[in-house]
């Protein structure tokens, strides 16, 4: 019988195996990116360069600045116009009202925490708002009395406290309804995208807010009317660019608190 050399054997084995990972790992490398490019493209607006058009010669345009980041649709970013709104409103007033010595941001936290709270404990019965036109109707009413109110009192100094509860109960109220239109338009993208399209929102904000605070008053009120308006028309376009499959659904489970 021949003789068999045990460790040549040994590392033959260790060849043999070597090989046969080696071909498992390179047959899950198609799965694997596929897997990869869904996390990224999950919600239907990454910008993939085989997606890119191309003429009749096979020439393609210029792909993305960083093509490995997806896409941000720039109505996803809406979010941060209503944060730059909260901020030159209630947090860090840019010009001093009387009103804003009732309104203040405590309260104004307070009448908002409240509105999401009870809303939490009625959202069987109010959800989903997405599809509610009078909801975003009732949200930018709210939001842009509160945003008339405040330098009314100004004018009208025998009114300043009841304009001040006024403004701090419809600007609570408003941006609670706001939080949970954008809310549910988050809910429906991957967690990567929310991330992405939250932090790309404060960027926004913080530039509008600085923006805002080299303004002279008729121009700061022209852009504290707008940032509710164009926020909700935002929120709607990111609904609408959604396939149907991934838009909020009503919860069949009943509110608890863990």
Same mark, same amino acid.
């Given at each position: #019988? &021949? ?5 040549? #054997? ?37 910008? +993939? ?19 490995? !980041? ?27 009202? &009387? ?12 009448? #908002? ?6 809303? *939490? ?16 109707? /009732?949200?930018? *009413?709210? !939001? +842009?009395? *509160?945003? /008339?109110? +405040? ?14 509860? /006024?403004? /701090? +109960? ?44 080299? #303004? ?9 009317? *707008?940032? &509710? ?30």
């Amino acid at each position: #019988m &021949p003789e068999h050399n045990e460790p040549e #054997m040994a590392q033959g084995g260790r060849i043999q195996a070597g090989e046969k990972h080696e071909k498992t790992v390179r047959s899950h490398e198609p799965a694997l990116a596929k897997v990869l490019d869904g996390a990224w493209a999950e919600d239907d607006h990454a910008v +993939l360069s085989d997606a890119l058009p191309k003429n009749d010669a096979g020439v393609r345009p210029p792909g993305p600045l960083f093509p490995w !980041m997806p896409a941000i649709p720039f109505f996803f970013l809406g979010l941060g116009l209503y944060r730059a709104w909260i901020e030159i409103a209630f947090v860090t007033p840019i010009f001093s009202f &009387p009103a804003a010595q009732v309104a203040t941001h405590d309260a104004y936290d307070i009448v #908002m925490s409240v509105t999401l709270l009870l809303c *939490a404990v009625f959202s069987r019965r109010l959800g989903p708002l997405f599809g509610k036109k009078w909801f975003y109707a /009732v949200t930018v *009413a709210l !939001m +842009l009395l *509160a945003t /008339v109110l +405040l330098p009314i009192s100004a004018f009208f100094h025998s009114f300043v406290v009841p304009l001040g509860w /006024v403004a /701090v +109960l419809a600007g609570g109220v408003g941006t609670a309804f706001v939080i949970l239109l954008w809310s549910e338009l988050y809910g429906c993208l991957n967690p990567f995208r929310v991330a992405l399209y939250y932090s790309g929102s404060l960027v926004i904000a913080a530039a509008v807010i600085l923006l805002c605070r080299g #303004m002279e008053f008729a121009s700061f009120f022209a852009v504290s009317v *707008a940032l &509710p308006l164009f926020s909700l028309g935002m929120v709607a376009a990111g609904f609408r660019s959604l396939p149907s499959e991934r838009l909020p659904r009503a919860e069949a489970k009943p509110f608890a608190i863990p």
